[in-house]
């Protein structure tokens, strides 16, 4: 079955850079694209970004270019994503899910969630 | 980017009742790509309706999307005590940036 597991929880000071992990499982890793999605604290989802090894390639969101950084490890069927300058209202549930591997638009599985807390 | 308006904001009403989320596109959606997910608290949103009107695999056929346009919309026929969630509509189109409704909270009255 299918599964992406995500790292756990972060806290990091105002500034500092945080990186999550997103483990696939149970398809073909490189047939699909990545999608990293937050969701700050009572607030609706936002799309940072996407990444597709199928297509060798990344879209970042407006709101993150120049601050967030999506690779992939093909050998250990993981994607990465790397938000630096972090601010407090980066404050958020981040999550990574499955995605097209041609354009970014349909999000089948997620993984579970990783808390990023900025605080001083 | 299209934005997408999602109506009501939150909602509440009896189990069995027929519940129904709209989803307006700021431009002509003309090819259906339009998906819904359903939130549950602490928990990662779920894939429900895929283009416009596709009942993902394993998703009870209680719930149903339709619509066209600038003018799309989820039902639930008959809600149940464990549909309580938020829903979020999303566009998407061949480039991105994918966007998502502002979320329609369903509560049990």
């Known amino acids: 079955q299918v599964q992406l597991v995500q790292s756990g929880t972060e806290v990091k000071k105002p500034g500092a850079s945080v990186k999550v992990s997103c483990k696939s499982s149970?398809?073909?890793?490189?047939?699909?694209?990545i999608s990293w999605v937050r969701q700050a604290p009572g607030q609706g989802l936002e799309w940072m970004g996407w990444i597709s090894d199928y297509k060798g390639d990344t879209n970042y969101a407006q709101n993150f270019q120049g601050r967030v950084i999506m690779t992939t490890d093909t050998a250990t069927n993981t994607a990465y994503m790397e938000l630096r300058s972090l601010r407090s209202d980066d404050t958020a549930v981040y999550y990574c899910?499955?995605?097209?591997?041609?354009?970014?638009?349909?999000?089948?599985?997620w993984g579970q969630g990783t808390l990023v807390t900025v605080s001083s | 980017d299209i934005q997408m308006t999602q109506s009501p904001s939150s909602l509440s009403a009896s189990v069995g009742d027929r519940v129904t989320i709209t989803c307006q596109a700021s431009q002509d959606i003309s090819n259906y790509y339009l998906n819904w997910y359903q939130q549950k608290p602490g928990k990662a949103p779920k894939l429900l309706i895929y283009d416009a009107s596709n009942l993902e695999t394993g998703v009870p056929s209680r719930f149903s999307g339709g619509g066209s346009g600038t003018d799309f919309s989820f039902t639930i026929s008959s809600l149940q005590p464990e549909d309580i969630a938020t829903y979020y509509c999303?566009?998407?189109?061949?480039?991105?940036?994918?966007?998502f409704g502002g979320g329609t909270t369903v509560e049990i009255k």
């Open positions: 999303q566009h998407y189109d061949n480039v991105p940036p994918p966007t």
């Open positions: 149970g398809y073909t890793f490189t047939s699909y694209g």
């Open positions: 899910a499955r995605d097209f591997a041609y354009t970014s638009g349909r999000f089948d599985y």
